[in-house]
């Protein structure tokens, strides 16, 4: 099938950087949007940034001016560059890509494991 690896996190002050990376590998014809949501502590899963295979991307109000998303689709992989990150950023960052196996089939969701990042003194 479809994996999706994730990697990047880790523990950062505020006002740091950070860059995950995000590679699919597997049954793939072809990707369309790719991007990246988190899950703080107690709470839901939230869209953080997307981008399409075009390059169209859209953000969470929260993240804007601070976060870039982009992506290699030779090497089907989704970047998500963090800067200025602030405590509430803390998070599992989880990858989703909607992938085709086959040329005729249909597309289907699939998600990385996650990785944490942590943003504390």
């Known amino acids: 099938q479809v994996q999706l690896v994730e990697s990047g996190g880790g523990l950062v002050q505020p006002g740091g950087s950070l860059r995950l990376s995000c590679t699919a590998s597997g049954r793939i014809f072809s990707i369309d949007a790719m991007g990246w949501y988190r899950q703080p502590p107690g709470k839901q899963r939230e869209l953080v940034a997307a981008i399409t295979s075009g390059g169209n991307t859209n953000y969470a109000d929260s993240v804007k001016d601070r976060y870039t998303i982009s992506r290699d689709n030779a090497k089907n992989t989704v970047y998500l560059q963090m800067n200025s990150l602030k405590p509430e950023d803390t998070a599992v960052y989880y990858c989703?890509?909607?992938?085709?196996?086959?040329?005729?089939?249909?597309?289907?969701?699939?998600w990385g494991q996650g990785t944490q990042v942590t943003v504390s003194s």
């Open positions: 989703n890509a909607e992938v085709r196996s086959t040329r005729w089939g249909t597309f289907r969701d699939y």
